[in-house]
């Protein structure tokens, strides 16, 4: 016996891509340049020639903080991503996306 999932209703599908499309901004357009500048305020031979990012992010303690937290989020947007790859299959995943879906839809 073949377990055949029904598709998702549009609604849902769409709620799902518009938390999809905005978890990926977030993290390209926020938190990856975050982590990147409070990676450069961290170094003092950066912060001398530019101490506009030291005073940005209010010191060296507040760029290690938002650093942390922004790899955290990185982190975690990883795991959620490679879990949600794993439990959609990813064999067929990977057969939809290099050969095309089996249905030719």
Known sequence: ????????HQ???LLFGLL????YC??????????VLTGLTMSTTVTANYPLLLDLFGGYQSARTI?????AA???????????VFLSG????LRAMTLG???GK
Do not use: C, E, N, W
């Open 1 to 8: 016996m073949r377990y055949v999932r029904s598709r998702p």
């Open 11 to 13: 609604s849902t599908t």
């Open 20 to 23: 999809q499309r905005l978890t």
């Open 26 to 35: 977030l993290i390209l357009f926020v938190a990856a340049p975050l982590i």
């Open 67 to 71: 650093h942390f937290f922004g790899f």
């Open 74 to 84: 990185l982190l975690l947007f990883l795991v959620v991503h490679l879990l949600m």
């Open 90 to 93: 990813p064999g067929r995943q």
């Open 101 to 103: 879906p089996k249905d």
